[in-house]
């Protein structure tokens, strides 16, 4: 029952942006339009939004993807994406709801799978179009991926030594909240990291 709630809203953000679909959609998603469908990566996967459908690598996405993606489509606009200074999460305003939430799902879960990370750093940012981190990035390793085309997340790593287990700390872009709400972006960091599970 849930999935198909979660349809209903995929399809509900996607008939407000085709009922005023922005002229300048393309440029402010970025993504490549073919008559009114657009194209682009997201999660690491071919992105396609249409009137009636979301689809990630061809495959319908009638899940929480689905409605990420609907709703940064919906909040898209001409501003770039500003990754310094970067952000914690618990630092975006009213984002404490959800803050223990995404230090479970999105930092904790990556823990037991620090070394494993290390070795497929490359294979991670290829898939997520990720790249280097800012020099002034502490640990013992760090990346920066996009999940979304104007969404940064820069994933920190330090390795476990005698004093301390490893830890991971996840930052966010400096203006993430221009493109998606508090509540989608504690998600977008919760499946950034399970697609990382899945990279490595």
Request: charged share 20%; aromatic share 10%; with cysteine.
């Amino acid at each position: 029952m849930m999935s198909n709630n979660y349809a209903k809203i995929v399809q509900d953000n996607l008939n407000k942006l085709y009922q005023n679909l922005p002229t300048d959609l393309a440029d402010a998603l970025p993504a490549q339009q073919n008559e009114n469908s657009f194209l682009f990566k997201a999660f690491g996967d071919t992105c396609e939004i249409r009137s009636d459908a979301i689809f990630l690598n061809e495959i319908q996405e009638t899940g929480v993807l689905g409605i990420l993606i609907s709703l940064y489509a919906l909040n898209a606009k001409p501003e770039t994406c500003l990754v310094e200074p970067l952000r914690a999460f618990k630092d975006l305003p009213n984002s404490m709801p959800y803050s223990g939430a995404f230090v479970t799902h999105t930092q904790q879960i990556l823990v037991p799978q620090v070394e494993k990370i290390q070795t497929s750093i490359d294979r991670i940012e290829e898939t997520l179009n990720g790249c280097k981190s800012p020099s002034n990035v502490g640990g013992d390793f760090s990346f920066m991926v996009y999940p979304l085309p104007k969404v940064a997340l820069c994933y920190i790593f330090y390795e476990a030594d005698e004093d301390f287990p490893a830890s991971v700390t996840c930052l966010y872009s400096n203006n993430a909240l221009s493109f998606l709400p508090i509540d989608a972006l504690a998600d977008v960091g919760e499946y950034t990291s399970k697609k990382i599970l899945t990279v490595i």
